[in-house]
């Protein structure tokens, strides 16, 4: 079953913060985070592998929260060069990943 | 270090015939993955490998699709026949588990 991801779509301008939220109806052990800018393949930021584990790639942190079976991404003062679509990838039991249906986000100069 | 390497990275093929799609995963990496990935379904996993061999393939969508991994630095996804709903972007990805690292894909169009 898809992960739920929030919001669908945000717009920022440069210097802004977003949160984007990811969650699952199955237990998790890890989480995945993704960004695949148009045209490209995507890469891989983190993965959070504890609970309330929290890790950080530049400006981008995220967090997981395993007894509510969350995670977020936080993208602080946000840059042109994170434009892309982000996805959250929830490791159940298996080991394969389910990935989340995406966030678009656009950063504006 | 060279990251996934897939081929083609274009193909457009005419419905029925047969396409192969090849994939050469990052050395060292133990786990070897297929994605297709279309507007409609978003990312979705077709079959994942372990050490060269499959370990979950229940999201290949019909028998009309297979994949090989006959060694450790090569994989093959194979459609016969091919039909128009297969046109998508098809990635691999290969991994140790703590990420996976996805290759450029390959745009595949049926006519």
């Known amino acids: 079953q898809q992960p739920v991801q929030s919001p669908q779509a945000v717009i920022l301008r440069e210097g802004e913060d977003a949160v984007i939220n990811c969650s699952s109806s199955k237990a998790l052990y890890s989480v995945h985070w993704y960004r695949q800018k148009h045209g490209e393949a995507p890469v891989f930021l983190m993965i959070l592998l504890k609970g309330g584990e929290q890790k950080g790639h530049d400006k981008i942190s995220a967090s997981f929260n395993e007894k509510k079976q969350q995670s977020s991404l936080y993208l602080t003062a946000s840059q042109l060069s994170y434009s892309g679509t982000y996805f959250c990838?929830?490791?159940?039991?298996?080991?394969?990943?389910?990935f989340g249906s995406g966030t678009q986000l656009t950063v504006l100069p | 270090d060279a990251g996934v390497i897939q081929s083609p990275r274009h193909e457009v093929t005419e419905m029925g015939q047969e396409v192969t799609l090849r994939c050469k995963p990052i050395s060292g990496h133990d786990y070897l993955f297929w994605y297709r990935q279309t507007m409609m379904r978003g990312l979705e996993l077709l079959i994942y490998?372990?050490?060269?061999?499959?370990?979950?393939d229940s999201g290949m969508p019909e028998d009309r699709f297979s994949a090989k991994m006959p060694n450790a630095s090569f994989s093959t996804l194979k459609i016969q026949p091919s039909e128009p709903r297969d046109s998508a972007v098809y990635f691999c990805?290969?991994?140790?588990?703590?990420?996976?690292?996805f290759g450029p894909g390959t745009r595949l169009t049926v006519l």
């Open positions: 990838g929830p490791h159940g039991s298996a080991r394969q990943l389910t």
């Open positions: 990805a290969s991994g140790r588990g703590r990420g996976q690292f």
């Open positions: 490998f372990n050490n060269n061999v499959p370990i979950d």
